[in-house]
């Protein structure tokens, strides 16, 4: 909300002056003087002492000021009534200071006016705007005049609307209020540091409006170039820190390669059908899970630098496996929970075309046995999601260090005739159709080394006889 404040004595020229500025900007001025007056006028028509502070507070329950709006001007109405021309008389004047000096006639009109300020544009002129009011609006102006000045401009505006008054009388009221105002307890008029003073003695209306005006262009252009300002020193500090960030990657990035390369040598695996997986494209590859040491194979031998492994956060939870895991391409997800943050990594990943290493299981098979644990349904849903192909892949036997381990990568597969489908309804079929994919490999994988003794070019040879004796088969029974 624009909130421009403008505090000062009376007869400075504020509210004429406040009516030009809201004008010109096309917002609403909101003449916080003439609610005083208008809870004044209440007091004395009610035949109370403005200055008795009991009577004009057992007043405020039932006052109620409103506005509407006639043409260009604003029309104050109490109680319903319009009482724009009453409250100007010269004699409310003098007791709208009396009534602003009570404590909760201020605290009454001063909630009006913030709700007004808070939800409106608005040009509020009044003694406490700037102090009280909306200490902090952006918009603050301090509009004075001296006396002498103040009292002529207010003897030619009452005298201009036929009101009998002497010249004396007027300066000795201005003088009145003006010390009223600035010297009783609650809230009295005083210039904020902030608000920026304008002396209009000298000055034609226009010329304090151009100059309210220009003030509160420069206001926005300081205001602009502090925030470019923030924004720029936003930046660098990001730049300087993505530097260091980048700098201390590159130590857990050696670190990585050179986990690696050990890893390589110190697993040593005879990994069957490698050419069945995709090179540089998206893949959910999916594995039984025997051992610790069954990521690292995979993804140092046939994933590559690209590849992403999902792991346990409490494995990452120290800050320098987390960061040297990060680098090998590990995506730490929280076990137990709809982990968001690990599903975008995956999906981004996918998208990305980058091939991501998921255990099914969810834990490793501690009985070591060929039969899988329950699968979890996330693979499903990604391979789903991204459009992915799954890339099933079987471990013989819990891989051992220095050992003669054994892994089979099977024909890559989609999901596709579920990619139509409402995600919730095929979770589980998908599942199933993951798992069926699966056991048929296990089945291959105890062939190829229980039947062939692990050599691939046996397995082969079986598969071709195999295939050649169910087609004759198929041949015999159709001569029958
Ligand atoms: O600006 P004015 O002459 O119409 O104001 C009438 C009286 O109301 C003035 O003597 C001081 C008081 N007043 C105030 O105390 N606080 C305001 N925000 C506005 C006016």
Known sequence: MINI????????????????????????????????????????????NPSEEED??????????????????????????????DIRRHEISKYASEVSKIPAVRIFLVDMQRKIADTSDVVLDGRDITSYVLPNAKYKFYLTANDTERAKRRFEELKAKGQDVSYEQILADVKDRDFNDMNRDFAPLKKTEDSYEIDSTEMSLQQVVDTILSKIKEIDENDNARVN???????????????????????????????????????????????????????????????????????SRIMGKDGKVLMKNEITANSFVDKVSK??????????????????????????????????EGTRNRQNSKEFLPFKQGVATFAIKAKAPIVPMI??????????????VGTPFYLDEFYDKKMSEVKESATQFIIDK?????????????????????????????????????????EE
């Open 5 to 48: 404040a403008i505090d000062g004595p009376s007869g400075a020229g504020k509210s004429t002056i406040a009516k030009m500025v809201a004008k010109t900007l096309g917002i609403t001025y909101l003449d916080t003087g003439a609610m005083y007056r208008a809870v004044a006028l209440h007091v004395v028509n009610c035949g109370k």
């Open 56 to 85: 004009v507070k057992s007043l405020l329950s039932e006052i109620n000021i409103s506005y509407i709006k006639e043409s260009d001007e604003n029309k104050i109405c109490l109680n319903g009534i319009d009482v724009s021309q």
């Open 229 to 299: 300002e923030k924004k720029l020193n936003n930046q660098v500090a990001k730049q300087a820190k993505d530097k260091k960030k980048q700098r201390g990657r590159w130590f857990y990035k050696g670190i990585a390669n050179f986990v690696r390369k050990v890893l390589k040598v110190l697993w040593i695996t005879k990994i069957y059908f490698k050419e069945n997986f995709p090179k540089n494209s998206k893949a959910l590859v999916i594995c039984n899970h025997y051992s610790a040491l069954d990521p690292c194979v995979i993804m």
């Open 327 to 360: 680098e090998l391409g590990c995506i730490p997800v929280k076990r137990g929970e709809a982990d968001v943050g690990a599903v975008k990594n995956i999906i981004g990943a996918l998208n990305n075309n980058q091939p991501v290493l998921i255990f099914p």
């Open 395 to 408: 471990y013989y036997k819990k891989t051992v260090i220095f050992g003669r381990n054994k892994l089979m």
């Open 438 to 478: 699966m056991k048929e490999l296990r089945e291959e994988m105890d062939i190829l080394v229980e039947k062939c003794g692990g050599s691939k070019k046996r397995y082969l040879k079986y598969k071709e006889n195999q295939s050649k004796e169910s087609s004759a088969n198929v041949g015999d029974s159709s």
